[in-house]
């Protein structure tokens, strides 16, 4: 019996030798960005506070005796976390990881704190925070934050970091081509960017030749310390090899040194299920000492971005030394997520609502004509005319999109063709929305100094605002080739509809545009609706697509392109993007079309960008047409003067309804005069078009008269 006792004790001891140790994620590792704007550094003490929810207290980390310099990136792990190694991030009830966790800067103020040579009050702008749970040599999830904050000396707010992706990079290959001298004894770091964020290897075995020709090098663990948190939710990679070239790194051979490798594969992986996603590139690319380019990685297996936008999924944006991808600048179809909302000729039906799972799931190699044909039939088969309205500046509502401005705006437009009574043409409508960001605050104008400089989108850019606009304006291309791809279907299942009119405002109208510059589509009318500057006014710091094909909006975008300018100096543009562009404003104010509206004090917060719909909604019944007739034309047509934002004389055979009633048509006379002012007044706090005398002062009625005698323009092409 003792035996048998033994025996079983034995095999249990042997059991537990199986089983491994219970393994908790604690924090490990907090990245702060500091962001690059001079004086965003501090010389203070700074602390990052972790607030707790549910089971978990807040805590603190330690000071880690280093400024936090502007441009600077501090790592705070180990004893430095103090004692946020115990913050564990649970959700209100204490069940579960939380989706977010809440944290803050806390500067130390006190006499002595910090760099005691540098005195006054103190401050820190913070552009992202990173925070890594997990174990010793691998992180399990982590939470992020990107942004703009500033913190000054006194507890500031709290910012919310989100649970990302628990994909981590696990694994960096490289291989050294078999050409002889492409190996290289020096010390090598991966430097590696995902489109914001950016990263270098560390240096692990920095003597000996193992970078040498022909040899295979695999970088783990703690090489990888500082890259874990890229991000995979972009389509490519971006990769380089740099050399360390500083005295007494790497081997004791002399000279001048590089390297030529042939293939780079970097492998994430999530930590319970080993399951994960590889970006890999092969080719040659010789890396000398001093610099070289990024190579770009492709994911393994092709993406739903790709099938669906193929051309701009492989476009390129010209930059130095070398160009960017459209598709790794832009965000994903997922996270994009564009939904429609359709109505047919019965504008008291429900309509019919298409989210983007919908059509991911319902293509067929990127083609929609049996989707099209099998589930949109009932609001298109007996349609004449199609109309989509899409917003730019606006997050869009994907969540709620039929109680949306977009659909509200389209609805509208729908129900005033089909008037049974009128004899219009039957219209079907769709209203577009996606996710962009709200509209940005930025920090100056695109005054006529700067109108050519391109700085917005520079700025947007460079300096942690990429997520906010920059990311935005280059998905406008994706955007438009997938509406390219229902346009086709649409025409090709129901040829009764014989004309397509795009309606988009701010970044909406460029993903109009790029319907044909991507999908390659041109449709009979496009309406711009103060169409958007930053990124699209062809400056050298805007979008320029590498193989010459034309970027958003332009008058070869559509058979008939008009525009309504109402903030050329902010977030429009003041430049001509079409067949007919109008500048709306007070004509007794200098250089006021496209300037400060009537009802607005500024333009910087938005309120002028944000007219043009308001504008172009109230032209369409009616009832109020003939308040939106103007035939003046600006007092020049170079669209860099000064001169082309004042009202000029009116002229007989140019006058039109400014808004949805622009005749649609190729203009057929070469002394056409393209931009146009339309005036606007302020009464009583709300505005009014140049022909509602009714309500406009009549001291100000000769605007009106001065058009009212004039023949109406002949069109051409109208439907």
């Known amino acids: 019996m003792g035996s048998l006792a033994v025996l079983i004790g034995l095999l249990f001891l042997a059991q537990l030798q199986k089983c491994p140790a219970t393994q908790f994620a604690s924090l490990r590792k907090i990245s702060v960005e500091v962001c690059p704007v001079r004086s965003s550094g501090t010389s203070d003490r700074t602390y990052i506070e972790l607030l707790g929810t549910g089971k978990s207290t807040s805590c603190s980390t330690k000071w880690n005796s280093v400024y936090w310099n502007a441009a600077g990136k501090q790592i705070i792990e180990g004893a430095n976390l103090g004692n946020c190694t115990r913050f564990y991030p649970s959700s209100f009830d204490g069940q579960r990881i939380s989706d977010s ?52 000396e006194p507890k500031g707010q709290s910012i919310q970091l989100s649970r990302r992706s628990e994909l ?277 104008p695109n005054t006529m100094g700067a109108l050519q400089e391109g700085k917005i989108c520079e700025l947007s850019y460079q300096y942690f605002l990429r997520w906010i606009y920059y990311a935005n304006a280059a998905s406008t291309g994706k955007v438009g080739e997938l509406l390219g791809k229902l346009i086709t279907a649409i025409k090709a299942e129901y040829p009764n509809i014989k004309y397509v009119h795009g309606i988009g405002h701010s970044l909406g109208a460029h993903v109009m545009g790029n319907i044909y510059n991507f999908g390659g589509v041109k449709i009979d009318r496009i309406s711009g609706l103060d169409p958007a500057g930053p990124c699209f006014e062809n400056s050298i710091r805007d979008i320029h697509i590498a193989d010459g094909r034309d970027w958003g909006l332009n008058k070869d975008s559509a058979y008939f392109v008009d525009n309504i300018h109402t903030d050329g100096g902010y977030y429009g543009t003041y430049l001509s993007k079409g067949h ?34 308001d504008y172009y909604l109230n032209s369409i019944r009616g009832s109020e047409k003939p308040k939106f007739h103007t035939s003046y034309v600006t007092q020049s047509q170079d669209e860099n003067s000064y001169e082309a934002r004042n009202i000029g004389p009116a002229i007989r055979k140019q006058r039109i309804y400014a808004g949805y009633h622009v005749a649609p048509a190729v203009i057929s006379t070469s002394d056409f005069k393209g931009r146009m002012f339309l005036p606007i007044f302020n009464v009583n706090g709300n505005w009014y078009p140049v022909c509602d005398t009714a309500n406009i002062p009549e001291e100000q009625h000769h605007w009106c008269n001065n058009v009212a005698g004039n023949k109406l323009y002949n069109w051409t092409r109208t439907l």
Request: charged residues 20%.
């Open 101 to 152: 966790i809440e944290a803050r800067v806390r500067i130390d103020d006190a006499f002595l704190s910090g760099n005691m040579f540098v005195l006054g009050y103190d401050a820190v702008q913070l552009c992202s925070i990173v925070v890594e749970f997990g174990v010793a040599k691998e992180t399990w999830y982590a939470y992020e934050w990107t942004g703009k904050q500033w913190w000054d």
């Open 168 to 444: 981590f990079l696990d694994k960096i290959t490289a291989k050294v081509c078999p050409d002889i001298y492409s190996g290289t004894d020096d010390t090598i770091h991966i430097e590696l960017h995902d489109g914001y964020n950016s990263c270098k290897t560390r240096t692990i075995n920095e003597w000996g030749n193992n970078w040498g020709t022909n040899h295979t090098e695999i970088l783990s663990g703690q090489a990888l310390e500082d890259c874990r948190i890229l991000n995979t939710k972009y389509e490519r990679l971006s990769v380089r090899a740099s050399i360390d070239n500083t005295l007494l790194s790497g081997g004791l051979a002399m000279g001048y040194d590089a390297i030529q490798l042939c293939s780079i594969q970097v492998d994430f992986k999530e930590h319970k299920s080993y399951e994960g996603v590889s970006y890999i590139w092969k080719g040659t690319q010789w890396w000398e000492e001093n610099a070289g380019p990024f190579v770009s990685l492709s994911k393994v297996g092709k993406s739903i971005d790709g099938i669906v936008a193929p051309i701009s999924y492989h476009a390129q944006i010209v930059a130095y030394p070398w160009n960017n991808w459209l598709s790794s600048s832009s965000k994903t179809f997922d996270t994009i997520a564009p939904t429609l909302v359709i109505n047919g000729i019965d504008s008291e039906a429900a309509p019919r609502i298409v989210e983007w799972n919908e059509l991911k799931n319902n293509h067929q190699n990127g083609q929609f004509n049996l989707f099209v044909r099998q589930q949109l039939g009932g609001f298109l088969s007996l349609a004449q005319k199609l109309v989509i309205v899409t917003h730019g500046w606006n997050d869009g509502d994907i969540q709620h999109c039929e109680e949306s401005w977009v659909t509200d705006f389209a609805q509208k437009i729908g129900k005033h063709q089909n008037n049974i009574e009128k004899g219009r043409s039957k219209t079907a409508t769709i209203a577009l929305c996606w996710n962009s960001q709200p509209l940005p605050s930025l920090p100056f």
């Open 580 to 613: 007919i562009d109008i500048l709306a404003g007070d004509p007794n104010i200098d250089q006021s079309g496209a300037g400060v509206q009537p009802t607005c004090s500024s333009c910087s917060s938005g309120c002028c960008h944000k007219l043009a719909p």
